[in-house]
């Protein structure tokens, strides 16, 4: 079945220094959506970026990601961390079923931890 | 802030005692996801529903939970027996298509403590 894989539980960060949370992913379906959201504490979850477009590159709040479908990837990068960016962030692939309305399959999640 | 509406915040319950949390979805949004995030800040899929019918849920669900989106009134999810193994943040998220690629909105969960 779909699934995404997070390879790192914790990315532990010096503020100012570059930004990488890997995203691979797997499904038979050939237009997949990848979404990541990040979610901190006793907040909501929410959306940062999402992309169905093969080496396009999708940008927000500073975050970009691309997806290459070549490599099964969407991988979170950002130039310079903030402390402000210490969340959790997941990664997420849209459920190719129409008919399960568009379930969010997730990776189990990066902790992001930005020290100063 | 969000706009699905959880209700409530924390609940702490005996084991084998019900536990009934609500969610009121993002205006206009007819599709309605229950996820569980668990210790270990998995996010799993329990089940979802277009306006009041059930789209897909998991055995677990089907088996010990129960759920509604009733019309004019908010979602709830109940587990019927509640065991350690529940203790977890409850999530609730809404979308106004249920096709691929769309965004889903979450409220800030009900989080349930099994003593």
């Known amino acids: 079945g779909d699934s995404v894989t997070q390879t790192e539980g914790l990315v532990t960060l010096t503020e100012g220094l570059p930004v990488m949370l890997n995203c691979t992913y797997q499904?038979?379906?050939?237009?997949?959506?990848l979404f990541w959201y990040v979610h901190y504490l006793n907040e909501s979850p929410r959306l940062l970026l999402k992309s169905s477009t093969d080496n396009k590159r999708t940008e927000h709040q500073g975050f970009h990601a691309t997806l290459h479908k070549s490599s099964s990837s969407f991988h979170l990068q950002k130039s310079s961390a903030q402390l402000s960016d210490s969340a959790l962030y997941y990664c997420?692939?849209?459920?190719?079923?129409?008919?399960?309305?568009?379930?969010?399959?997730f990776g189990t999640g990066t902790l992001l931890s930005v020290k100063p | 802030n969000s706009k699905v509406i959880q209700t409530p915040r924390y609940l702490v319950k005996g084991q084998g005692q019900k536990a009934k949390m609500r969610c009121i979805p993002e205006?206009?949004?007819?599709?309605v996801f229950w996820y569980q995030q668990n210790k270990n800040n998995e996010f799993k899929f329990l089940i979802n529903?277009?306006?009041?019918?059930?789209?897909?849920q998991i055995d677990m669900t089907e088996k010990r939970f129960s759920a509604e989106c009733p019309s004019n009134s908010p979602c709830s999810l109940e587990i019927q027996s509640s065991e350690a193994g529940d203790s977890a943040l409850y999530l609730c998220?809404?979308?106004?298509?249920?096709?691929?690629?769309?965004?889903?909105?979450f409220g800030e969960g009900s989080r349930l403590i099994v003593v």
């Open positions: 998220a809404s979308s106004l298509y249920r096709t691929s690629g769309n965004t889903l909105y």
């Open positions: 205006k206009g949004h007819p599709v």
């Open positions: 997420a692939l849209s459920d190719r079923y129409g008919g399960s309305g568009n379930k969010l399959i």
């Open positions: 499904t038979i379906y050939s237009n997949p959506f």
């Open positions: 529903f277009q306006n009041q019918e059930v789209l897909q």
